[in-house]
């Protein structure tokens, strides 16, 4: 007799999904009965997927009114905006990468959570293939023992009992329970087609399932990826950096809102299920199982009686009677009839092969261990499973939000670097404290420019003034800056050509030599001393 039966009670979350809306194509309400072969079913489903697409186009919508607001209000922005415009870049970049951090936590256990339920529904409709497999082979098998092999001895037996009244009585007889047994066996359920089902159903939610973990996992560690590298994109501010992450977010966006309405939709069509799964497996098994064998399984309950149990009792009644009928006629026909030893015993193999079969069949048929199977597979899809899916579809929310914010932020990197470049370009290349300008390599066009430092360092006198050296010779020695700091302690009379530094400040005694020169000196050396 069955135990009582572990109930079985769909959770809350089942039921806040099983009452979504479900519309059709034309936007009208249908009946959210789990009924996947219906087109309208079909239908409710699809139009809960496009959530995402709705998502996808409010993200577009947004970047788009932010990046016209961008343009505009770039041209307006003063000096003293930059700094706050900096730190507030930085501080969205943060707050993005942390809530995109938090997502992808959420993502991992959802994704693990969905794996299981999974796992666990496969792992029972796979034990369950195996019991009903078990249930074909021993029917297949007694079947096969008691039409062939039962009743081949029992022709020979007859032909060697011919003379015996008494002796084919007792064969008739035998011949009658065999016909019970194979009748008996014959009405049980054919429940071949439930077999080949659990087992494409097994595999086909398998694959189905490794591809699905695979990709979330890719799609996760493709979002920290792109964390880093935004960290690095804007601590280097590198422009081909910026759009290789531009690219790349867009691309996660795109798949973290496609993502969003697929969760959305299958938790929504699984908790329909979930909410009555009895209901829907007896419509899927009408064909080939009655309304009563469906609810033993479904319930095992013990006040339904086993369907089965008639059958099998006439099927050990008959294999018992039988097996008292052979050991008579091994006892008394044997020494009148020696030929029939062989067949007698044949039959006694059999009957005890076919009676070991039976009870193991009356293990099997027993409710207990389908309904095990029924439940861990109901626990897996409806608890672990919706349950990881809702954690799916959250990951999805935040990780298309943070997306989107991660988005402007590199739109408003990208501006403070545009704007940076062109203060740089307006900067005059004349400009000594310009870093481009201290770069800039000798130029021939100013060899004949002498400093007045170089002459006044070394002289300090109107008298001991030369005149330049030649333009045609090599750039005078005074650009060897060891030299000339070894040569003369005062560093406002060291020329600072070359050096990268801000020109010196004129000191009193070089003034004094510059306005003590004659008027023929400064025709001599021209507008070399020009201030």
Not at 125 to 131: G, P, Q, V
Request: charged share 15%; proline share 5%.
């Amino acid at each position: 007799m069955a135990t009582a039966r572990l109930d079985y009670v769909a959770p809350w979350w089942t039921y806040w999904l099983h009452n979504f809306p479900h519309f059709n194509f034309f936007f009208q309400p249908i009946d959210n009965t789990f009924k996947p072969e219906e087109a309208s079913y079909q239908q409710s489903l699809i139009f809960l997927a496009c959530v995402g697409a709705v998502g996808l186009g409010l993200s577009l919508l947004v970047l788009t009114v932010y990046l016209i607001c961008l343009c505009c209000c770039c041209k307006d922005m003063d000096e003293d905006s930059k700094r706050p415009e900096t730190c507030c870049v930085t501080w969205v970049a943060i707050i993005t990468g942390l809530i995109m951090c938090s997502a992808v936590g959420v993502g991992f256990y959802g994704n693990s959570e969905t794996n299981d339920g999974v796992y666990q529904l496969t792992y029972s409709l796979y034990n369950a293939n195996h019991t009903l497999g078990g249930i074909n082979n021993l029917v297949a098998g007694s079947l096969g023992d008691t039409e062939t092999g039962l009743k081949r001895h029992l022709e020979r037996l007859d032909e060697i009992f011919s003379t015996s009244a008494d002796y084919l009585k007792t064969l008739r007889f035998m011949q009658l329970m065999v016909a019970n047994i194979v009748r008996e066996l014959t009405a049980l359920p054919d429940i071949s087609k439930a077999n080949v089902d659990l087992a494409a159903i097994a595999d086909q939610t398998a694959f189905i399932e490794y591809y699905r973990w695979l990709n979330y996992l890719l799609l996760l560690i493709l979002d920290l990826v792109i964390c880093l590298a935004m960290c690095l994109g804007m601590a280097k501010q590198s422009r081909w950096l910026l759009i290789t992450i531009m690219t790349f977010v867009a691309l996660s966006l795109i798949l973290s809102w496609a993502s969003l309405g697929a969760s959305t939709a299958t938790a929504v069509g699984t908790s329909d299920f979930c909410v009555s799964p009895d209901k829907f497996i007896v419509n899927q098994t009408k064909d080939f199982l009655s309304a009563d064998v469906a609810h033993y399984y479904l319930f095992c309950s013990p006040n339904l009686q086993n369907p089965f149990q008639q059958s099998l009792t006439i099927c050990q009644r008959s294999l018992t009677t039988m097996q008292l009928q052979i050991q008579g006629l091994l006892q008394f026909s044997v020494p009148f009839f020696p030929t029939a030893e062989r067949d007698l015993l044949g039959i006694q193999r059999l009957l005890n092969s076919t009676e070991f079969s039976v009870h193991q069949l009356t293990a099997l048929l027993d409710c207990r261990g389908l309904h095990k199977d029924y439940l861990d597979s109901l626990m897996g899809v409806c608890y672990d499973g919706v349950e990881g899916l809702l954690y799916l579809s959250l990951f999805s929310l935040l990780a298309a939000c943070a997306l989107s914010a991660m988005l402007c932020a590199v739109f408003r990197v990208w501006t403070l670097m545009a704007s940076r470049d062109k203060e740089y370009d307006d900067i005059d290349e004349e400009d000594p404290f310009n870093p481009d300008a201290r770069r800039m390599s000798y130029n021939p066009r100013r060899s004949n420019v002498h400093s007045f430092c170089s002459y006044t360092s070394s002289l300090g006198s109107v008298a001991s003034l030369h005149p330049p050296p030649n333009p045609t010779t090599a750039p005078p020695e005074y650009m060897n800056q060891s030299m000339l700091f070894g040569g003369s302690p005062r560093y406002e009379n060291v020329p600072l050509i070359g050096r990268g530094s801000p020109p010196p400040s004129y000191s009193p005694s070089m003034r004094t030599t510059y306005l003590s020169m004659t008027d023929a000196q400064i025709r001599h050396f021209g507008t070399d001393f020009q201030v």
